[in-house]
T-cell receptor, first 113, second 113 residues
Framework: EAQVTQNPRYLITVTGKKLTVTCSQNMNHEYMSWYRQDPGLGLRQIYYSMNVEVTDKGDVPEGYKVSRKEKRNFPLILESPSPNQTSLYFC????????????FGNGTRLTVT | QQQVKQSPQSLIVQKGGISIINCAYENTAFDYFPWYQQFPGKGPALLIAIRPDVSEKKEGRFTISFNKSAKQFSLHIMDSQPGDSATYFCAASKLRYGNKLVFGAGTILRVKS
């Protein structure tokens, strides 16, 4: 089954404790991206990757890191999480063309206390 | 600054009624306008999309109306059903920049049976 898999689904952590949210897709997609979803703000792009070893900042990159060492994986790293990073995070992938549909994972709900 | 403004924030419609969600954009360079549907606990999924060279696109009970001069587009759900209850996001992008979508804030639709 074609899918984007994120782990974990839920994560509660404390301020400053480094964490990684994993994302993997099995559709051989070139494009991958991370979004955060907050009430009243919609989906905001954090980072995206056009291909292996090619990453770029989205609209809200501060406090996040990403890497794309393999085509299928695109982990999101929070080196020193803060409470304002409490949010619902989504990974997405696509073929990368402008009208290619984005395929989203089921989300990771992160709480930073 | 939100590049795509979406309204209403929430909407309650009776079964069989018409649901209408509106979006307005600022950047005249946008040339691709998709709508995504998100069910609770799931990631968004592409519902329907339109290019600005047409004024309307229909897929089943879902129709996008596009007004280029007013820089507005809307989603109409005819004969709304309880199964349509979800969060709807409009989005916009420039096709030549690939999947760099700008999303609206979302509309929570509830269809009462």
């Amino acid at each position: 089954e074609a899918q984007v898999t994120q782990n974990p689904r839920y994560l509660i952590t404390v301020t400053g404790k480094k964490l990684t949210v994993t994302c993997s897709q099995n559709m051989n997609h070139e494009y991958m991206s991370w979004y955060r979803q907050d009430p009243g703000l919609g989906l905001r792009q954090i980072y995206y990757s056009m291909n292996v070893e090619v990453t770029d900042k989205g609209d809200v990159p501060e406090g996040y890191k990403v890497s794309r060492k393999e085509k299928r994986n695109f982990p999101l790293i929070l080196e020193s999480p803060s409470p304002n990073q409490t949010s619902l995070y989504f990974c997405a992938s696509s073929l990368g063309r402008g009208n290619s549909p984005l395929h989203f994972g089921n989300g990771t709900r992160l709480t930073v206390t | 600054q939100q590049q795509v403004k979406q309204s209403p924030q929430s909407l309650i419609v009776q079964k069989g009624g018409i649901s209408i969600i509106n979006c307005a954009y600022e950047n005249t360079a946008f040339d691709y306008f998709p709508w995504y549907q998100q069910f609770p606990g799931k990631g968004p999924a592409l519902l329907i999309a339109i290019r600005p060279d047409v004024s309307e696109k229909k897929e089943g009970r879902f129709t996008i109306s596009f007004n280029k001069s007013a820089k507005q587009f809307s989603l109409h759900i005819m004969d709304s059903q309880p199964g349509d209850s979800a969060t709807y996001f409009c989005a916009a992008s420039k096709l030549r920049y690939g999947n760099k979508l700008v999303f609206g804030a979302g509309t929570i639709l509830r269809v009462k049976s």
